[in-house]
């Protein structure tokens, strides 16, 4: 709904459910000083730093390092209540304070200079209370104080210039943020409003607009059209654009009970959008469409979600991530991540996958994706809608699916049916239109039936014959007659490693390929039932090793790939020996439990500490694990299908994740390698004195 009153726009919205991203924390436990982060800011030199309510923190990936005041060390911090944070040209920090005024940081000797309101010096800053810091195109810092106005500070010559009232004559009241815009002049959002400074003049002046509203906000940020966003808290909370050519302004607010929140901001996302902070989680707002399109909030049920709704400082650093600071601490995420999409169960959501670990997925034409699970369940996914239907087990006599510990196998048959194998389950016909399921198992003297009800996979040819592989062996369907013919190893011929058939395809010729549990390949010929088998040798380094097999894929080119759970094989039909990489060439896991091709000729394979992607032509690997935003580290063996337009479904653990392979790149940002420490029998070298190091270790080049 959308109404105008008083030359103010309000634009009402309800922003629609986010991506399921992963959030990463950093807590006190992790040597954060203080839950509450008040700023972030990352340096020249890579080094993350967070103002909290007790100390100034230093993160170079792995530890924290905390400056705090010492009463008894004039150069340390004056206040361990920090507002603001700042980097100069020279490498600077300047860092804002309540009640200690403002600190000078040098990071080479880690020293703080300090700069005190003293009532006898006119030429001190104004307070001590300094709550936003900025600095202009000329090289002036611009202090706003809580309650004592406005100072602009030459750093040469160490002058400060004062500046309380308004051209009006009015006291300009809490300043809470400072922009040095894009024309070289100054802006300043606070508890009276939005104002406009002339660095050539000192005069302050509101503009007309935002006068009669009784504006009131936290953060002020210009765009590249020159427009400014502000984070006010009256008279609405959320999110308000002026747009000074048309001299109007359009509030969004925030969902009803939000509440302003102090030292919070707002993050431009380098996509003409936005990432704000709120008193009820991290929205992003897209400027297209002037809608709030997603809000991350905390999940009592969800380890991965924000750890508080209370989010006040954002950050991006160079590599992309995202810095979200609330007040229980830091919570870190991974853009990247979302290239990998994710399906999982949700506990607050119904329409969300089933709980328990994907054991196997079929895709659709018309973007309608199967998935079964362990615990036996099977869910109709619409991808379409977002819509999730669940079927679950029950009892033999019932309507149902048979009860067993999975879904190990999914096929569609051009019938419409839906063939669904499973550990204690055997087979089951679903007919999705009818809601018919029929339940086909082992039947004692039934030579027509299958082997076992212990089902491994259920394959569909390309004549759209149906196979079965089972504990004890291989089953062919007959739909027409609904008998099966069977294929079970020999107990003379010991070829045959392992009798269980848990991985199945078709070559282009036509060619079956059988692979078993004990990591016996199987060439088999239905048409005059002859299984040639290519049997393991652990001593013969060209051979299989005997590791279970999982996957079976001929490439494009009509090389025969095959995984199992010791490593990827090349198989040579002709001489009949193995090329075999395990992760000493690379992979994470050598347990491999699918195998897919992209459009360049590049294998996907889920293994069982994340995805890798192995190109044939160089033999290099590219791994992700759930950093990268994958559902879990382990996957399923099996539980992988492609679509006719290359996307690809990989499940496991917790869920499933759909990609397209050519979306997939890598982060091109290098982080940089800093020496952050140097000890001497165990015990930290101090910075100068009599002392090898004259700067800290992180600023030496040379010793």
Known sequence: MTRVASGILYVCMIPAMARDLKFTHLTTNDGLSQSSTTEILQDRRGFMWFATRDGLNRYDGNTFVVYKHNPSDPSSLSSNFILDLMEDDQGYLWIATDFGGVNKFDPTTERFLRYRHDPNNINSISGDSVETIARDSRGYLWFGTVDSGLDKFEPTTGKFTHYRNDHDGRFVGRITKLLAGRQGDIWFAGERGLFHVNPETGEIARPPTTTKNQLAADYVYEDEAGNLWMLAWSPVVGLVKYDRRAERLTNYPFGAGAVGVASSNLLPDGKNGFWVSSSQGLYHFD????RFTERFQHDETNPSSLDDNTVVALYQDKGGVL??????????????QEQFGLYRHLPSSPNSLSAGKVTAIYEEPNHVLWVGFVPRALDRLDRKTGEVTHYVAGPENKNTLSPGMNVSGIYKDPRGYLWLGGWG???????????????????PQGRNSLISDKVYQVYGDRSRRIWVGQLYGLSRLDPAAEQFINYSPDPKNPTWNGSSVSGIAQDRSGTMWLGTTGGALIRFDDKTGTLLTNAPNSRDPHKLNGGGITAIHEDRVGRLWVGAWDGLY?????????TRYTETQGLPSSGIMGILEDKAGRLWLSTKHGISRFDPR????RNYDVSDGLQADEFSPGACAQSADGEMFFGGSNGLNAFFP???????????????????????????????LRKAIAYVDSL
């Open 662 to 692: 050519e979306n997939i790149r890598d982060d091109a940002y290098v982080p940089p390698v800093v020496i952050t420490s140097l000890k001497v029998f165990n015990k930290a070298v101090p910075i100068g004195g009599r002392s090898v």
């Open 287 to 290: 400027r297209r469409t002037e």
């Open 425 to 443: 389950a055997g087979l089951d016909r679903f007919d999705e239109r009818t809601g018919q399921v029929k339940h086909y198992g082992p039947k």
């Open 323 to 336: 810095w979200a600071g609330t007040g229980s601490g830091l919570n870190l995420l991974n853009l990247q």
């Open 618 to 621: 160089t033999e290099t690997f």
């Open 570 to 578: 090349l198989y040579d039909r002709q001489g009949g020996t193995s």
